[in-house]
């Protein structure tokens, strides 16, 4: 089983800065990729970035050049470092996990990700 604790969301200004972590326990797999998703009331919830055991990364257009994932594996903690924020980021953020499979990018849909955390809640004021 594989548990996924989301941290360091808060409110700030537009056009301020917060790092999110998501540290992971259980076995996660020895590849396999971790996404971030947020979800705003009355919206689906929509992928921000992912980022998989090699370091590949994919990040939706609406935050490309803004935000930034990494991860230390030694700590099992990926990372959401999110800057310029827009009163349109407002939302709960999730991480993800799910296998890596063979020559294949890491999945941008919900569906395909077996385990979530809590959510942290951003908001970014005007």
């Known amino acids: 089983q594989v548990h996924l604790v989301e941290s360091g969301g808060g409110s700030v200004q537009s056009g301020g800065s917060l790092r999110l972590s998501c540290v992971a326990s259980?076995?996660?797999?020895?590849?396999?990729?971790m996404g971030w998703f947020r979800q705003s009331p009355g919206k689906e919830r929509e992928v921000v970035g992912t980022?998989?055991?090699?370091?590949?990364?994919r990040y939706s257009d609406s935050v490309k050049g803004r935000f930034t994932i990494d991860r230390d594996t030694a700590k099992n903690t990926v990372y959401l470092q999110m800057n310029s924020l827009k009163p349109e980021d407002t939302a709960m953020y999730y991480c993800?996990?799910?296998?890596?499979?063979?020559?294949?990018?890491?999945?941008?849909?919900?569906?395909?990700?077996?385990?979530w955390g809590q959510g942290t809640q951003v908001t970014v004021s005007s």
């Open positions: 993800a996990t799910t296998p890596l499979l063979p020559y294949i990018p890491c999945p941008t849909a919900r569906g395909q990700y077996d385990y």
């Open positions: 980022i998989d055991s090699d370091g590949h990364l």
């Open positions: 259980g076995y996660t797999g020895r590849r396999n990729c």
